[in-house]
């Protein structure tokens, strides 16, 4: 799953393949926040390009704002009627999928997931009662059952798959503990 405003480079399909046979996961991570205001010529050595963009202009997005996610098909039975791409239904993703027992997949170093920065013109025609609305629900069905890349339970690295053993993503785990 993506959300449509965002660039992949093949960064992603070779995450992918590498956490594959790893069990159940949800590979996922931060993305980049790029102002896109020309058409992006695919041709060539777009994904150069692209990168020394985002190295000159792009800024890493906090841990809470997650655009994709990859996993197994039979992941997740069901999924409440989240207003998607709206504040929660994400982070739900990631508490579901650690207590189903998947490994969380931090897969920030080794994709390039490039956010367009854009304008909201195109939610003008609802009333902000109506967004409200959708934040409000999203938080009704989320509950508290919400984490974010710092709880991740793996990284992947230049490396390989690695234990998310850091001194943050331990403190974040013993926080979230009580929800589980």
């Known amino acids: 799953y993506a959300n449509a405003d965002m660039i992949f480079t093949s960064d992603l399909p070779r995450a992918v393949a590498r956490v594959a046979e790893h069990g159940p996961f949800l590979l996922c ?3 980049q926040n790029l102002s896109v205001s020309e058409p992006i010529n ?4 777009w994904e150069h390009r692209l ?3 985002v190295t000159l202009e792009g800024v890493l997005a906090i841990p809470g704002a997650i655009d994709y996610f990859a ?3 039979l992941l997740f039975d069901a999924i409440p009627p989240f207003a998607v791409g709206r ?3 994400d982070q739900w993703l990631l508490f579901h999928a650690r207590v189903r027992g998947a490994a969380i997949i931090d897969a920030t170093k080794c994709v390039l997931a490039v956010h367009q920065n854009h304008d909201y013109q195109h939610l003008t025609s609802a009333p902000p009662a109506d967004l409200d609305r959708e934040v409000e629900r999203n938080r009704a069905l989320a509950l ?3 984490l974010d890349l710092r709880d991740a339970t ?3 690295t230049e490396h390989g ?3 998310a053993l850091h001194r943050p993503h331990l403190a974040r785990r013993a926080l979230s503990l009580p929800k589980f």
Do not use: I, N, V, Y
């Open 29 to 31: 991570g931060r993305r």
């Open 42 to 45: 695919f041709a060539g050595d």
């Open 51 to 53: 990168r020394a963009a």
């Open 71 to 73: 996993f197994p098909r």
């Open 87 to 89: 504040p929660e239904w």
């Open 144 to 146: 508290f059952h919400r």
């Open 154 to 156: 793996h990284l992947l």
């Open 161 to 163: 798959l690695q234990r």
